[in-house]
């Protein structure tokens, strides 16, 4: 992060893989994350993408937007396409018909892709110890469905299938902690970033791609039609995830934390939350019990991340 | 020089696969399969096949796998059963629409409940139009010859289809029979390098997997069906070439003493042989029976299979699965469609047998093929029977 934002506009590279014309929606964050994300894989990168948004926009039959080789089969198996890929690259190199280099085989899938229905798939891969990376798009919901819930959907929000109403305050659940699932298979490199934190995206992107074994980065992406906010405001409400201490930026190297991104004080959760359509119902009394989940996790997150400094 | 060996059917498949120089095999074990993977892991650990072994946790994402290893370049093999199979379903339709020609071993198992790990072909009409092209044999010769022939076959640029080789759980898949095994050289002659015309390489990225809207999917499903359809000149030719090098010979429709036979009865799978001891019986007894074995399930032979039944005025045919609340089984469903349209008709007589493992005798053979000419000659209150069944 340090190194990217002094030389910016020299180190990133104007090239986009991930090339405009697509069909995402206005103020996508997802949408950056991947066009972001493509800039820090550059060229010898092969795309695994699972069934969602990003696919769905980017990849309608005659067109594409993808400059780099892509392949998406089906929703839930992004995980073992890659692992087929880069067992696939090893052995075509090793008899040596393929030449030798260093390709980075990514997989790409949204949160419910990703935590939900695709999870037994990530397992495998992450426990086989294929090298590759794998990009998790989290907009907190199934989005290219039309918002239902996913395990990732944070508690109290409205979706289509976790609806608020007079006898529902919305999704009753606390967002499954994927980073830590993935941490959990001791692979060597796990990361949670924000396209609102490009520079920082940017590095985990490349960190995660030239690990070698399995990465796993999670990446929040802001989704202006699922979380019912205004169209501008996708970079500030990524930000405000970072500074409510809602989305923590860090890095589990080899099992070990580090916070990347520690703001001196959290701003309040309603910060974030009263700016999202998504969360408008819940009362007083709800919102306190999320700060306090909140503060809670923050706390333990920097609490590992100090231990692990000294 | 060829070598004659008694061997397990089962390992016969992993050692063809490796006389194909497979690249990349993924895959997860599940009975009456095991013993082709266990057998394909072992020749890789023990460095007799260069190949990477995925040790994948399901089904899924071991078709999974073999879709991205096979996009890739690699020349790819995997096998399953049963359950296996039907976890695999919509994996095993993007492997045929996305034209990657992966090579599956399936030892044909029933489907639960209740739970059986034994023999039918529930499992091979589940995945009956996933646009794979499917085979079946009847022994171990047959189950390594065909092997080799479904990677020349699926890898053929004009083809670039996956191909399914059926063989019975355990009746055949767990029998120890000799075969012959084709020298190297020669089965480097008759499989080409594996050339996959558009991999994922950045030397040259491609989109795979584009999704289809409603404009342009039909015209990808039709692409699809005349090449399947179109697949049937590659196969044949493959064979024939294959009789050339080999001197084994194989053909779309099988037929066994049909000669001036009126009642035919038909099979698919290892069971024909047995049905084969039945028809010499009956002929002996001076019945004029024959017997016609379906090889080539998809695509389906219309041609070759009107040729073989057209002096017949009875064809009984045994299928071993059920096609619940439908019409008959599913094999003598497409046999009296296929047969609809001729000016000279044969009764189609359908019986279901062998499920779940049950064993058919050649007595029992027999015995359908004599209830079969009844039903022809009377009719029956029933659009198929059970044979055998109680209750
Ligand atoms: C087996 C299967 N079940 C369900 C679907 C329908 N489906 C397609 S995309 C999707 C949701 C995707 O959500 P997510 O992974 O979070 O990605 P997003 O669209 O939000 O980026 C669903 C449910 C499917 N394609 N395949
Ligand atoms: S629904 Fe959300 S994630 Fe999907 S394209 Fe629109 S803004 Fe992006
Ligand atoms: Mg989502």
Redesign the pocket.
């Known amino acids: 992060m340090e190194k990217y934002a002094v030389y910016v506009p020299k180190l990133v590279t104007k090239k986009e893989n991930f090339a405009p014309g697509h069909r995402?929606?206005i103020?996508?964050g997802?949408?950056l994350a991947v066009r972001l994300a493509c800039k820090a894989l550059g060229q010898n990168v092969i795309v695994a993408n699972a069934t969602g948004?990003m696919e769905i926009?980017s990849s309608q039959l005659p067109f594409t937007s993808w400059r780099v080789p892509w392949i998406h089969t089906l929703f839930e198996n992004t995980a073992a396409v890659a692992s087929g890929v880069e067992s696939a690259l090893k052995m075509l190199m090793k008899k040596g018909r393929i030449a030798q280099q260093d390709i980075a085989v990514v997989a790409m899938a949204g949160d419910g892709g990703t935590s939900d229905i695709g999870l037994q798939a990530l397992s495998g891969a992450m426990e086989r110890g294929h090298n590759f990376l794998y990009l998790c798009f989290d907009?907190e919901a199934y989005?290219?469905t039309g918002i239902q819930r996913s395990s990732a959907t944070p508690f109290g929000a409205s979706t289509t299938t976790s609806p608020a109403g007079k006898m529902s305050m919305g999704q009753f659940t606390w967002k499954k902690n994927m980073p830590a699932i993935a941490a959990a298979h001791n692979i060597p490199y796990v990361a949670t970033a924000c396209p609102s934190y490009p520079f920082d995206l940017l590095a985990k992107v490349e960190k995660g791609a030239k690990t070698p074994g399995p990465a796993y980065v999670h990446i929040l992406?802001v989704?202006?039609?699922?979380w019912r906010c205004a169209t501008d405001l996708s970079i500030k409400i990524g930000r405000l995830a970072v500074e409510t201490g809602i989305f923590p930026l860090y890095e589990i190297e080899n099992g070990r934390y580090k916070l990347s991104l520690d703001p001196p004080k959290l701003r309040p959760v309603t910060d974030y939350m009263k700016l999202q359509g998504r969360f408008r119902h819940l009362s007083e009394d709800l919102i306190a019990k999320i700060q306090k989940r909140v503060s809670a996790e923050y706390a333990e997150i920097k609490e590992k991340a100090v231990a692990d400094k000294e | 020089m060829a070598k004659r060996v008694g061997i397990e059917v089962s390992l016969a498949i992993a050692e063809a696969a490796k006389l194909a120089n497979t690249d990349v095999v993924a895959a997860y074990p599940i009975t009456p399969q095991t013993h082709i993977v266990e057998h394909l892991a072992k020749l890789v650990a023990d460095g007799e096949l260069d190949a990477a072994y995925i040790p994948v946790e399901s089904e899924h994402s071991a078709m999974s796998a073999c879709l991205g290893a096979s996009a890739t370049g690699a020349r790819t093999f995997t096998a399953t059963a049963g359950q296996g199979l039907e976890l695999m379903h919509e994996v095993l339709y993007v492997a045929s629409s996305m034209q990657l020609p992966i090579v599956m071993a399936v030892a044909n198992r029933a489907l639960s409940s209740p739970l059986s790990v034994w023999g039918d072909h529930s499992d091979v009409m589940a995945v009956r139009d996933t646009g794979w092209i499917q085979i079946f044999v009847e022994n171990g010769q047959e189950a390594v010859d065909n092997v080799l022939c479904a990677f020349r076959i699926g890898e053929d640029p004009k083809v670039l289809l996956p191909v399914m080789v059926h063989l019975d759980g355990f009746y055949l898949s767990h029998v120890i029979e000799p075969v012959l095994f084709p020298e190297q050289s020669l089965v480097d002659k008759f499989i080409p390098p594996y050339k996959y015309p558009m991999p994922l390489h950045p030397d040259k990225p491609v989109t795979m997997g584009a999704f289809g809207p409603p404009i342009i999917y039909t015209e990808t499903k039709k692409a699809q069906e005349v090449n399947l359809r179109a697949s049937k000149e590659v196969i044949l030719q493959c064979w024939a070439e294959f009789g050339k090098t080999f001197k084994r010979h194989y053909s779309p429709i099988e037929s066994y003493r049909t000669e001036g036979a009126k009642v035919l009865l038909l099979t698919m799978g290892s069971f024909s042989e047995t049905a084969m001891t039945a028809i010499d019986r009956m002929r002996e007894k001076g019945k004029e029976v024959g017997l016609v074995r379906i090889r080539l399930w998809r695509p389906f032979p219309f041609e070759e299979f009107r040729q073989a039944v057209s002096n017949a005025e009875t064809i009984v045919v045994v299928d071993r699965a059920l096609s619940f609340g439908g019409p008959v089984g599913p094999v003598c469903s497409e046999v009296r469609s296929a047969l609809y349209d001729e000016k000279q008709k044969p009764k189609v007589v359908s019986f279901v047998a062998g499920l779940g493992g049950r064993d058919i005798t050649p007595a029992g053979f027999e015995e359908i093929v004599n209830r079969g000419i009844e039903i022809s000659q009377k009719g029956s209150e029933n659009e198929f029977e059970i044979f055998g069944v109680r209750g």
């Open positions: 995402a929606c103020g996508c997802e949408a948004c926009v907009n989005m290219n992406s989704c202006p039609t699922g």
